[in-house]
């Protein structure tokens, strides 16, 4: 039982909003899943290879995202989604796997949320820009 249970807790993914990223609540030795939108103006492709980087946001606090691959179709800034990785020494979470769902109108529930205290906000922010 002791090992099926140890076994169980190191496969488990624990989910983190950026400012639990910020505030050092996210530990840096294991895989974990850190969840936002993509902010706008932050998603930079390396020339000549599959490595984008990018900021993910609650509207409270931001992390940036490493990750080298395919990303998802739907994929793009101001889209909710969820990275799997790790965080390296520098503060940069390396991603192993991007996850945006088809739907447009869908966010994943944990991204949703962790973007609730800061809804209002952004919403103020997003009035200022129009203006």
């Not at 509207?59 to 691959?69: D, I, L, R």
């Not at 994943?108 to 952004?122: G, M, Q, R, Y």
Request: proline share 5%; glycine share 10%; hydrophobic share 40%.
């Amino acid at each position: 039982t002791a090992f099926a249970l140890k076994a169980f807790n190191q496969n488990l993914l624990y989910y983190y909003s950026p400012t639990q990223v910020e505030a050092g609540e996210a530990p840096a030795a294991r895989s974990i899943r850190v969840g936002g939108l993509v902010q706008n103006g932050s998603v930079q492709r390396a020339p000549g290879s599959l490595e984008v980087r990018f900021t993910l946001t609650d509207f409270a606090h931001t992390v940036g995202v490493s990750y080298t691959g395919v990303l998802p179709d739907l994929f793009r800034e101001g889209q909710g989604i969820i990275a799997r990785g790790k965080l390296s020494g520098e503060g940069l979470f390396v991603a192993e796997e991007v996850l945006a769902k088809h739907d447009e109108n869908y966010m994943p529930p944990e991204v949703k949320d962790s973007l609730k205290p800061h809804a209002d906000a952004a919403q103020a922010m997003n009035q200022g820009e129009g203006t």
